[in-house]
């Protein structure tokens, strides 16, 4: 079967907070298959188009699809079986922190499952060793080092074998060793599940290592698409800024200010 | 954390608390709000029924043998109707008295029975004819000073 | 003239805010009360609660409660003494406890240290996106973690204000009798006597109940509408125990007013 829809679109969304915009008629398409991140500064938006995706909010207006159902649309037991077919890997691994390793990947199965305890047992210790923690499964969440919890939730997330799997910054705050292997296991797990997963991210490096597509987000909407090897060719300013980390340009380095010798000179307070 | 564990210790936690209600059942209150003993209801009129309350005991010689369950104005004598539950262990004769009583002096009242000599017994929803009311302080001051200022007076024109 | 509408405002707004406050808990309750259906089908998530909560908290109360009943022994003796009354003793920290001591005591006592848990917990919960993982795991929070909390807060409060009073008639007995030399006889009659088991003892278990809803739902509210940072749960746990004791203290009142006119 070969499903050329897009898994997730997004159609001309907007959505604020009051009179605050976050995102202006923003358009997205996400392929099956394949692993696109979504990058841009602080703030522009990212989290919440996952949010979006997830039916945790809904759009001012425009349409957020996936797998071809409108998400606002949905009732509570359609949601309830859209999200059974997500993963999500929250930023700073939200494991339940009164359970053990073992007890977070295994609760979805149990909640949603009527599988057997002894064939729940093999799943969990299975998805531990793809992250290769299994020798850690009866650890409690607060004796893990952050890129061990990470990839506890990473287990945790593909503990249903989903079609769709959004990462919300999953390479914040890792050393340099758990980046590399959090890259990779996004990669094998998406390639393996056949599913496809979208990477809300500002690291550069890692991200363009892993992905298929890029989509650049500033002021609310999309101001660049395309793929890793466009992205970095590219000599759009603000991906020019963006990829090599420049300190001034399109997002400038000052905040608004006054004239700086007169506020020195007390001129202003 | 173990379940048998957490399982063992909220049924000592429910078990301790329900043995501290039946603690405070049967040590700490009175049980005659429990015992609903079958009793017969009876009524009897009082010209007036001083501090009698609801649920104000019954007695005879000084023994419980029922409640009051109800108090009313009758319109038509205005007189107090006041019905009583007399437990059915307890028969009392038809011309049997009724009066207000205050246990010590300024305590708790209640009807006081004291039962007659005829042979038919109260049956229920029967009246109690003979009654006497309850002694009102303010009225036997009263009268106090009535006598006493009429013994007074009596002295004066018979020293005359 | 400017300081007067604005003061005006101000008042207008504050109580706005407590009436909106208000709603949102009413219908916080009624979100919570639909959501109960899971605490039926699995009862192991409310027992593990009434573990931690209540189980948790039965120290504390049975201190306080010896130590309430042992004080009020003392103190009432010394003044029924004086009117020759000495053996009503144990009649006075009976009705003490069983109408008022024991349901506001233990309900204040377990706000703070039950309560404030609570509201830590969930909060801290919401702060690390736990509650959102849950969410997005199609699992809905509000049946899962708060519901079992409500729950066994309202299953444990009134346990306890009974184990609270109990404890405190026997620090009344062992002050009374044993230190103070009032008759045991006389003692547990006259305190018979005078209690009356639907009036006072069931009286006070309503009353029980009535403050866990109370304490419970404010606890559970408080720790779903946290601010998701350290100082925003800090803030909700504070307001948890600062507005429960204010509740339960009004609600008493209410409630005393109702159940112990003279009859």
Known sequence: ?269 | MNRTLVDLWVGFFVALGMAAVVFLALKVANQSSFRAAPSYEVHAYFTNIGGLKMRSPVKSAGVVVGRVTDIQLDTSNYQAKVSMALDNRYEFSVDSSASIITSGLLGEQYVGLDVGAEEDMLKAGDTIEFTSSALLLEKLIGEFGLNKATSTSAEETNHE | MKTILQGVEFIGRQVTDRLILLGAICRFLISILLMSAMCLRRPWLVVREVYFIGVLSLLIIVVSGLFVGLVLGLQMYDTLERFGSGDGVGMVVALALVRELGPVLSALLFSSRAGSAVTAEIGLMKATEQLNALEMMAIQPLARVIAPRFWAGVISLPLLNVIFCALGVFGGYLVAVQLLGVDAGTFWSQMQNAVDFRQDVVNGIIKSVIFAVAVSLIAVYEGYSAVATAEGVSRATTRTVVVSALVVLALDFVLTAFMFRGF
């Open chain 1, 1 to 269: 079967m070969n499903d050329q829809s897009a898994m997730v679109e997004l159609e001309q969304v907007s959505f604020g907070y009051g009179s605050r915009k976050i995102l202006h008629n923003i358009s997205l398409r996400i392929p099956r298959g394949k692993v696109v991140a979504i990058m841009g500064g602080s703030g522009c938006g990212k989290t919440t188009i996952l949010r979006l995706i997830g039916g945790q909010v809904k759009p001012t207006s425009g349409r957020v699809l996936v797998d071809n159902q409108s998400v606002e649309e949905l009732n509570a037991q359609k949601l309830f079986l859209l999200r059974r077919k997500m993963g999500m890997l929250f930023q700073m691994g939200a494991l339940f922190t009164d359970q053990t390793v073992f007890e977070n990947v295994a609760f979805q199965m149990r909640e949603h499952t009527d599988l057997p305890e002894d064939l729940i047992r093999n799943l969990v210790l299975m998805k531990l060793h793809a992250v290769g923690l299994r020798g850690a499964h009866h650890l409690m969440p607060s004796e893990l080092s952050g890129g061990m919890a990470r990839r506890v939730a990473l287990a945790r997330c593909i503990a249903l074998d989903p079609e769709l799997i959004l990462y919300d910054e999953p390479f914040a705050g890792l050393d340099p060793i758990s980046l590399g292997v959090i890259g990779q296991l996004i990669r094998r797990f998406n390639d393996a599940l056949g599913a496809t997963s979208i990477v809300v991210t500002h690291d550069i490096k890692e991200s363009l290592k892993i992905v298929d597509y890029v989509y650049m987000i500033a002021d609310g909407t999309v101001i660049a698409e395309g793929t890793p090897a466009d992205i970095q060719m590219s000599d759009h300013p603000f991906l020019a800024q963006f990829v090599n980390g420049k300190a001034d340009g399109p997002v400038p380095f000052h905040y608004p200010a006054p004239d700086y010798a007169s506020h020195l000179l007390g001129a202003e307070r």
